[in-house]
């Protein structure tokens, strides 16, 4: 398709157990974003690429949370010894220009 | 820094009815303001965006929103919504960074509930 796609699109993690989630941006695109919505609540940001570069980590809420797009393209968000309070979907985005492309999300539940 | 406050976080309305989301900001810089719209199951869509100029913006399927610097509002409109209105609309403000794009902070969202 020629949309975001994400992988997968839920995910069951016991509490202490490592993730990664995948994001394919539309082809081309040069930016991508990896956002965090809690139930209820808006999408936070975490990170952001430009091709492989990590330009922003600012809203990772802790060392537990890694992220890279080693090709510029194709990127993993990976969270290590999960938390219950990680339980969210994680939304990826890509750009070329200005206006953002969302993907479904990953949904996350940890136990 | 940038916020932004939904007051409402569910908005329920009949059809054919008009409707008003609202949307407060606050910001030390200029900004840009965006709406975003999720469908159930669906991905966050771009709906409409205020970067400069006009201060009225429109989206292609009849909602507007105006930008109101004193009353750092931007609040969305419909004059009559449809049952396929009926999702979840969340307010964005972003300030610019480089490469063009933006880092939009979310408001909590308003749940538009169209009842036939």
């Known amino acids: 398709g020629a949309g975001v796609s994400q992988s997968p699109r839920y995910k069951v993690a016991k509490r202490g157990q490592d993730v990664a989630l995948r994001c394919d941006p539309i082809?081309?695109?040069?930016?991508l974003f990896w956002y965090q919505q809690a139930l209820g609540q808006g999408p936070e940001f975490l990170t952001y690429?430009?091709?492989?570069?990590?330009?922003?980590k600012s809203g990772l809420p802790s060392d537990r949370f890694f992220a890279e797009r080693p090709e510029g393209s194709v990127s993993t968000l990976k969270i290590q010894r999960t938390q219950q309070e990680d339980s969210a979907v994680y939304l990826c985005?890509?750009?070329?220009?200005?206006?953002?492309?969302f993907g479904p999300g990953t949904r996350l539940t940890v136990l | 820094a940038q916020s932004v406050t939904q007051l409402d976080s569910q908005v329920p309305v009949f059809e054919e009815a008009p409707v008003e989301l609202r949307c407060n900001y606050s910001s030390s810089v200029s900004v840009y303001l965006f709406w975003y719209v999720q469908y159930p199951n669906q991905g966050l869509q771009l709906l409409l965006k205020y970067l400069s100029g006009s201060t009225l913006v429109e989206s292609i399927n009849g909602f507007e929103a105006e930008f109101n610097k004193s009353q750092t509002s931007f609040h969305l409109r419909k004059p009559s919504v449809h049952i396929s209105d009926t999702a979840e609309y969340f307010c964005?403000?972003?300030?610019?960074?480089?490469?063009?794009?933006?880092?939009?902070?979310f408001g909590r969202g308003t749940s538009l509930i169209v009842h036939p």
């Open positions: 690429f430009q091709n492989e570069a990590q330009l922003d």
């Open positions: 082809s081309g695109h040069v930016s």
């Open positions: 964005a403000v972003s300030a610019p960074i480089s490469g063009g794009s933006y880092i939009p902070t």
């Open positions: 985005a890509s750009s070329l220009g200005f206006e953002q492309f």
